[in-house]
């Protein structure tokens, strides 16, 4: 057994979005000091952390500073440079280590990796040239989606394609960086499943959610997911898999496609607690950020029981001027705002969460406040 690291102890956390944020609440609730790193003063998470290091995650002396402070430090998203993690894992303990983070931030290499664990992904032909296109298009058919291999996120960096002339356009149009072109498949539903590793292996996973998207981000959340119990199993199984196979320490978010036909379908990975795992603050005994927590302090795994059925709602910058007295009218959501300012389209400004009996009677909820809310 390696060492624990305890209450009174420092965390630190690359990156001061809501991810950040939510980490900070849970490590402070735990009576860990919280020092984040992120060059945006006002970011959501600095406004919670102890101290805020405003730096850009390339910034040496800012990242030494970080370490010196840190007793151990993890990551809000997989767009944080690997050197940056293997700098300061020189110098703290860092999770998740910088080669998980390599893998998870390229499409190309999340896919080749899911495949050798066993897991499969949707037909896909990886473009590294011009050349290429011709070859993936014969392999892949049309429709299809071309994605850049890395720094894609809510559904940016990605353009639908139905011939090769529209393949060499997007192509073009991101710049000709390294791409895969996947399959478009027809999707049942979409689900995710979210483990957690410590160093000692010990592995625990949340309750599977379905996720319905809206424009490529993500919309709603809906737990337990109204699949088969047998794609469930699998979609755990598999997200386990991957993390053993990574010898992965800390939160892993796997995407999942259930196809017409049910087939589970590999989508990608996130070295973080996920959106998509949200509900689980409202609904399960242990949130993902506490089990973030306790991942990287190398603690048990906490119970990740569903304690009722939960529907989690986005809300995007889109329309915004809620008139929240639409949330609290109802006893049964939990309402989440992240503390950003600014409202942008497509900003994820915070979330709620429906509890209820079941999840149809809180979907009936949820979509009837959203509506009203986006009045
Ligand atoms: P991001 O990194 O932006 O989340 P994803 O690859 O997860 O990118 O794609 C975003 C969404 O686009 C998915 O959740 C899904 O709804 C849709 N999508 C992505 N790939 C495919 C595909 N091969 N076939 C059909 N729909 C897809
Ligand atoms: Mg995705």
């Given at each position: 057994?390696?060492?624990?690291i305890?209450?009174?102890?420092?965390?630190?956390v690359?990156?001061?979005?809501?991810?950040?944020r939510?980490?900070?609440?849970a490590?402070?609730t735990?009576?860990?000091?919280?020092?984040?790193?992120?060059p945006?003063?006002?970011?959501?998470?600095?406004l919670?952390?102890?101290?805020?290091?405003?730096?850009?995650?390339?910034?040496?002396?800012?990242?030494?500073?970080?370490?010196?402070?840190?007793?151990?430090?993890?990551l809000?998203?997989?767009?944080?440079?690997s050197?940056?993690?293997?700098?300061?894992?020189d110098?703290?303990t860092v999770?998740?280590?910088?080669?998980?983070?390599?893998?998870?931030?390229?499409?190309?290499?999340?896919?080749q990796?899911?495949?050798?664990?066993?897991?499969?992904?949707?037909?896909?032909?990886?473009?590294v040239?011009?050349?290429?296109?011709?070859?993936?298009?014969?392999?892949?058919?049309?429709?299809?989606?071309?994605k850049?291999n890395?720094?894609g996120?809510?559904?940016?960096g990605?353009?639908?394609?139905?011939?090769?002339?529209?393949?060499?356009?997007?192509?073009?149009?991101?710049?000709?960086v390294d791409?895969?072109?996947?399959?478009?498949i027809?999707?049942?539903?979409?689900?995710?499943?979210i483990?957690?590793?410590n160093?000692?292996?010990?592995?625990?996973?949340?309750?599977?959610?379905?996720?319905q998207?809206?424009?490529?981000?993500?919309?709603?959340?809906?737990?337990?997911?109204?699949v088969?119990?047998s794609?469930?199993?699998?979609?755990?199984?598999?997200?386990?898999?991957?993390?053993?196979?990574?010898?992965?320490v800390g939160i892993?978010?796997?995407e999942?496609?259930?196809?017409?036909d049910?087939?589970?379908y590999?989508?990608?990975?996130?070295?973080?607690?996920h959106?998509s795992?949200?509900y689980t603050?409202d609904?399960?005994?242990?949130?993902?950020?506490e089990?973030?927590?306790?991942m990287?302090?190398?603690l048990?795994?906490g119970?990740?029981?569903?304690?009722?059925?939960v529907v989690?709602?986005?809300?995007?910058?889109?329309?915004?001027?809620?008139?929240?007295r639409?949330?609290?009218?109802?006893n049964?959501?939990?309402?989440?705002l992240?503390g950003?300012t600014e409202a942008?389209?497509?900003?994820?400004?915070?979330?709620f969460?429906?509890l209820a009996?079941d999840?149809?009677?809180?979907?009936?909820?949820?979509e009837?406040?959203?509506?009203?809310l986006?009045?």
């Amino acid at each position: 057994m390696s060492a624990q690291i305890l209450p009174g102890a420092t965390l630190g956390v690359l990156g001061g979005g809501q991810l950040g944020r939510m980490f900070c609440v849970a490590a402070r609730t735990m009576g860990y000091r919280v020092v984040v790193m992120d060059p945006d003063p006002l970011c959501g998470a600095g406004l919670i952390a102890d101290l805020h290091i405003r730096a850009d995650y390339d910034d040496q002396s800012a990242l030494k500073e970080m370490a010196e402070q840190c007793d151990a430090i993890t990551l809000e998203f997989e767009n944080i440079p690997s050197e940056s993690v293997r700098f300061i894992a020189d110098k703290t303990t860092v999770y998740p280590v910088a080669e998980s983070l390599e893998i998870a931030q390229n499409r190309d290499l999340e896919k080749q990796f899911a495949l050798k664990a066993g897991l499969r992904p949707v037909p896909y032909s990886a473009i590294v040239q011009q050349s290429d296109l011709l070859q993936a298009a014969r392999h892949v058919g049309f429709p299809a989606i071309l994605k850049s291999n890395t720094l894609g996120y809510d559904g940016k960096g990605q353009f639908v394609v139905n011939n090769l002339d529209e393949l060499t356009a997007a192509y073009n149009q991101v710049g000709k960086v390294d791409c895969v072109l996947e399959k478009k498949i027809t999707i049942r539903c979409e689900v995710s499943a979210i483990v957690a590793r410590n160093i000692n292996a010990e592995l625990a996973s949340f309750p599977v959610s379905e996720n319905q998207h809206r424009n490529g981000v993500l919309h709603m959340s809906i737990v337990p997911a109204r699949v088969d119990e047998s794609i469930s199993q699998l979609a755990i199984e598999s997200a386990s898999l991957l993390a053993d196979a990574m010898s992965y320490v800390g939160i892993l978010a796997v995407e999942f496609f259930v196809s017409d036909d049910d087939i589970l379908y590999f989508n990608e990975m996130a070295p973080r607690p996920h959106n998509s795992g949200h509900y689980t603050k409202d609904a399960c005994v242990t949130s993902q950020f506490e089990q973030q927590v306790r991942m990287m302090c190398g603690l048990k795994p906490g119970d990740t029981r569903l304690l009722s059925p939960v529907v989690m709602v986005n809300m995007l910058g889109d329309l915004w001027q809620p008139d929240w007295r639409n949330i609290f009218a109802q006893n049964n959501i939990k309402l989440h705002l992240y503390g950003k300012t600014e409202a942008r389209p497509g900003r994820k400004m915070g979330h709620f969460d429906v509890l209820a009996e079941d999840v149809e009677a809180a979907l009936i909820v949820a979509e009837r406040v959203f509506v009203k809310l986006s009045e």
